[in-house]
């Protein structure tokens, strides 16, 4: 099998673990979950995928950039990877605001927030249609929240390829500026704008430092395939060890953080152990193929079923939200009754991601992948089978 070729099934299932993590995080209910610190955190999941996503686009594009027509090949089968979905669940929200428009103009029913105000407003939807929501700055993320991430990503693959394709031989050196450039600006912005949102530039940073650690990970990867002491199941277990402190402690650098999942992704990448074997179940592998729907439809899951329980509590007289003045929290019996409620959360957030995979993500990619061929004329297949969400 051609190195391309090559899937990483292990951090494949990571990713799904990653994915469920953070549909979690955002969903507040007062139970046992809710303080659990690996799901607290869950977020940090977030620039996890920033850095397996140089690894494995590295992996899957590194011998397939030479000319502008490799770099329109991978600018449209990159943007086929992520639009049609996102599209998708903003089309979701968007027809959510009209219903809520709807209601106002003909029973009197009014929200808490007007329709097409607030972080739903038209100005953050225009810049959401143009994958800009977290590259021009907003005071707070809009829409579907979790898809800033999927913003910045885009955008640092211009940047990736644009290095590539100008850079040649040089590539390596222009790698390695990025990755310290953004890793000293990401210390920095920690420093000193701690309270900074990820739509106000920190994202976007986060994004650049996260992906070209990944990017140079795949190349130490390389160098060090024929060293023992870096594989098997012992450097496995190093490796979860690693991603379970993180995930527990959440240092406040993300740099920090992100140069721990650099290590853990280089010590999984090999594959040779008994952990990766575990991680290899067909349960698993299943999440990591969802990975993607699963980020950005359980934002719309959540948002759904606060909206009915703030209904259902006015028809009822009977709060079912409760708040600490910053968050709410579903709050309607007692705290294993709203962790059964997060595991039915999770099992909806599932069965939506298989229809949009199915119907939207995978038909999306195919699409722009003909495109591509249609476009910049017909070469081998890149990027297959390389788990390069």
Sequence with gaps: MKEGQIRFDALDSWRGIAALLVALFHFQTAGFFYDFPLIRHGNLAVPFFFVLSGFVITHAYRTSLSNSGDGWR???RRFGRLYPLHLFTLSIFVALELAKLMMAARVGLHSQEGAF???NDIASLIANIFLLQAVIPFP???WNASSWSISTEFYTYLLFVS???????????GAVAVFVASGVGLVWLDTYKPDLNLASGLGLVQCIFGFFAGHLTYELHLRLRRNAAVQGTVAELAATAIMLLLFWFKPHYTTFNILGFSVA???FSYERGTVA???RIRPLLFLGKLSYSIYLVHFFVFAVLFAIARVAQGWLGQ??????GVHERLAFGPAGLMDLMA?????VVILCACFTYAYVEEPGRQFFNRLSKRITGTRAPIGQGANAR
Excluded: H, P
């Design 319 to 324: 709060s079912l939200i409760a708040t600490d």
């Design 265 to 267: 992704i280089l010590l």
């Design 163 to 173: 290095l590539v394709l100008s850079l040649g031989k040089y590539r390596g050196w």
């Design 117 to 119: 105000a607030g972080t």
């Design 343 to 347: 595991l039915l959360y999770l099992a």
């Design 277 to 279: 074997k575990l991680l």
């Design 140 to 142: 707070e993320l809009t």
């Design 74 to 76: 991978f600018v449209i």
